[in-house]
């Protein structure tokens, strides 16, 4: 093994100890050492969505436009979950981590990586935690592709991380900009494609909310659920894209970010 190899590996596996570390301290610092701990990381999604599986299914009956609703909520929501909290989440992650900086492996991207990890690994677990009992109730039928839909649900994560990634950094130059977040988050929920098909809507919407790069990823996510059971719209190489380059300034973004962090 040659020394530049060497050097690459042995730089790895300090990251990874360190981003595990940091895994570590987040769940106890978010959680504590109590209680059931990390299983809230997996409850809150989970509750959030039986609560609107309920909702929708006294609503709408066993199907919506010809979709089953069970499975399109907790398709849909553990789609939001993931986007709503890697955004929220990483907002405060420079101001409420900067103690940590202290400690000479750390650096702030590692504090995000660490958080993005916590809400993708969380969330996909709490889809699973509720998937496998309907399925062994024969409440609903089984994924389709699961190659397609982790494929969807990592580009999903990666785009929301980028994104994170620029608005964390963004938040972290102006508490103005910190302050119109959420109202922002609010106003693209129609671009999430969380609560609908691309297929429902008229073909002068399905171009507008094709150009989004989240109606991509949920429509690719449910393609690998459901199968040719519904008809869906997806672009890989669009929402591949989309997460380059998301990820790219989000990174460049951050770089300079860490330069004005106060070390507390």
Not at 15 to 44: C, D, P, S, Y
Not at 66 to 82: D, S
Request: aromatic share 14%; with cysteine.
């Amino acid at each position: 093994m040659s020394a530049g190899t060497t050097f690459l590996q042995d730089r790895f596996e300090r990251k990874a100890r360190t981003i595990n570390a940091l895994l570590i301290r987040e769940l106890m610092a978010r959680f504590g050492h109590r209680n059931i701990g990390f299983l809230w990381q997996v409850l809150e999604p989970l509750l959030l969505t039986l609560g609107v599986m309920i909702s929708w299914s006294t609503v709408y009956g066993e199907r919506n436009h010809g979709v089953r609703v069970i499975p399109l909520v907790l398709t849909g929501y553990t789609f939001i979950t993931v986007w709503r909290h890697m955004n929220s989440r990483f907002l405060h992650a420079f101001r409420h981590g900067s103690g940590l900086l202290f400690h000479r492996q750390v650096r702030p991207a590692d504090i995000l990586v660490a958080r993005g990890l916590l809400e993708s690994v969380g969330t996909l677990i709490a889809f699973f935690v509720a998937y496998l009992p309907l399925r062994l109730l024969d409440v609903i039928e089984p994924v389709d592709d699961y190659l397609l839909l982790l494929s969807g649900w990592s580009l999903l994560c990666l785009f929301s991380f980028g994104v994170a990634m620029i608005l964390s950094a963004l938040a972290h130059f102006s508490d103005a900009f910190e302050r119109v977040i959420q109202p922002i988050m609010y106003l693209i929920l129609p671009l999430t494609g969380a609560f609908y098909m691309v297929y429902w809507l008229p073909p002068s919407a399905r171009q507008i909310v094709m150009w989004s790069p989240l109606v991509n990823a949920s429509e690719m996510f449910r393609a690998g659920y459901f199968g040719a059971e519904v008809p869906t719209t997806w672009n890989w190489p669009y929402l591949a894209i989309w997460t380059i380059a998301v990820n790219a300034v989000g990174w460049l973004l951050v770089l300079k970010a860490q330069r004005h962090i106060e070390l507390e």
